[in-house]
């Protein structure tokens, strides 16, 4: 009989978990149907959505969900931006080998579409934050890599017609670089905000309007411009009012003078990570 009661148990718990399953199978179906058919816009705006609120294992299994799609190249674009959110967040989380499982198709992805396209200057910088990736992986390589990175930046500026992730790559590589080996700061904000004077214009479904905006207020206040900080933090709240990272974390540190210093300039808010490539 005891043996009996506790098979019953068993089965229980088995069929629960298989309702579980089910049922989070079912809601990622119903917040993420198939991509095929959709303008890109829609899928921006998703990623967009996930940001606002910091929901990153939600944009996880967008991400998993996409790798099985067959995706237009306007999608594959949106999908290596969301890649390149991911995988910064794993490494600023510490999770090298979820950030490595992302980097494969990452890696495979973006060196198919420099081979189509060898002179987008998008995809140039999306190259420069791969090798930075790889230094947060294994910080002993950055030496090796260094001239590789400036190249990559020096390429994706020199195709640039506009685009900001160029000069959000220029930026991370000034701002994080010690002053010796060619860092400057002063410079990396001007990219910064070169950066986020461009996005202005595009800061519909555009997650990276939100991202460049709230690193360049944490730049402001770690640089002693409280002022500026604060202006923009209110821009982006006037934006998008339920920015949960600048809302509930950002502006009330800056208004309470508690600002917590993140070198990394993350959180789970924040996505995207920015890796100092240090001189040999």
Known sequence: MEGKSLQGVKFKEEEMMRRKS???FGI???????????EPNQLDCRFYNLYLSGNMNVWDSVVDSLYLERLTPAQEESLMLAEYGLIGYHLSQGDKDEASGVMEHFDRRLEKWLKRK????????????????KIGLNPLIAPFVNSEHKEQIANALKYRTGEPLPLIEKANSLYFRPSIVGGDKE???KAYEQAFSILRNDKQCNWLYLYVGSWLGQVYTKMDEPRKAKQIYLELLN????????KEELLPQLESGDFIDMPIGLKMNTVGVNCAVIDS
């Open 118 to 133: 060898p002179e987008n200057a998008t995809f140039h910088a999306l190259n420069a934050a791969l090798t930075a990736f």
């Open 22 to 24: 089910v049922i989070v």
């Open 187 to 189: 410079e990396a904000k």
């Open 28 to 38: 990622i179906l119903l917040l993420f149907t198939k991509v095929n058919g959709q």
């Open 239 to 246: 934006v998008a009012p339920d920015f949960q990272h600048v």
